[in-house]
T-cell receptor, first 113, second 121 residues
Framework: DAKTTQPPSMDCAEGRAANLPCNHSTISGNEYVYWYRQIHSQGPQYIIHGLKNNETNEMASLIITEDRKSSTLILPHATLRDTAVYYC??????????????FGTGTRLQVFP | GAVVSQHPSRVICKSGTSVKIECRSLDFQATTMFWYRQFPKQSLMLMATSNEGSKATYEQGVEKDKFLINHASLTLSTLTVTSAHPEDSSFYICSARDLLRLASQSTDTQYFGPGTRLTVL
């Protein structure tokens, strides 16, 4: 089962920052938070991931709370091409010690002109 | 980022036939590949984990005799849907883990293919 909860949908005006929240209150100390997005009928695209420090790359920033129970993905200047379903995922290890990504329901972000 | 391909991108078959889907890591070696299935308007559901040179491990509720997985090399995994039926129609997506980046954990190690849309008539 997914270990994250996200709002089902959000809107954002083009050019504005999109802030996508995620709750992962049962996260363990060594579990990473990953963010992927999926544009309609395509495979998921990696955005960013982190453990406890805030992270930034060319696509987005990831803010993780100090208690690690929630995080926020920030797209600093949203464009129409950022319209997609955004998945916040806690990477878990199974009984074979294989790390797996279990997808939740995600947030459908609609960027409007 | 690393590239994962799938073939075919789209397939239509008759009920009762078997369909093979290929997943390749094009510019990196992958000891582990994953197979997901996605129904319309739903999230991705992990079906199985494919390890090079060993048997795949299946998630609960996934029939291993119906969804045959072979991971014969570090760059290729195949999923065969045997005796396909209309309820197997879905979007099948694979992902691959980059062996070399796994050790550093400095960036993501799991890359997804573009998906294969299977329609069973």
């Amino acid at each position: 089962d997914a270990k994250t909860t996200q709002p089902p949908s959000m809107d954002c005006a083009e050019g504005r920052a999109a802030n996508l929240p995620c709750n992962h209150s049962t996260i363990s100390g060594n579990e990473y938070v990953y963010w992927y997005r999926q544009i309609h009928s395509q495979g998921p695209q990696y955005i960013i991931h982190g453990l406890k420090n805030n992270e930034t790359n060319e696509m987005a920033s990831l803010i993780i709370t100090e208690d690690r129970k929630s995080s926020t993905l920030i797209l600093p200047h949203a464009t129409l091409r950022d319209t997609a379903v955004y998945y916040c995922i806690v990477r878990v290890a199974d009984r074979y010690n294989t790390d797996k990504l279990i997808f939740g329901t995600g947030t459908r972000l609609q960027v409007f002109p | 980022g690393a590239v994962v391909s799938q073939h075919p991108s789209r397939v239509i078959c008759k009920s009762g036939t078997s369909v093979k889907i290929e997943c390749r890591s094009l510019d990196f070696q992958a000891t582990t590949m994953f197979w997901y299935r996605q129904f319309p308007k739903q999230s991705l559901m992990l079906m199985a984990t494919s390890n090079e040179g060993s048997k795949a491990t299946y998630e609960q509720g996934v029939e291993k005799d119906k969804f045959l997985i072979n991971h014969a090399s570090l760059t290729l995994s195949t999923l065969t849907v045997t005796s396909a039926h209309p309820e197997d129609s879905s979007f099948y997506i694979c992902s691959a883990r980059d062996l070399l980046r796994l050790a550093s954990q400095s960036t993501d190690t799991q890359y997804f293919g573009p998906g294969t849309r299977l329609t069973v008539l």
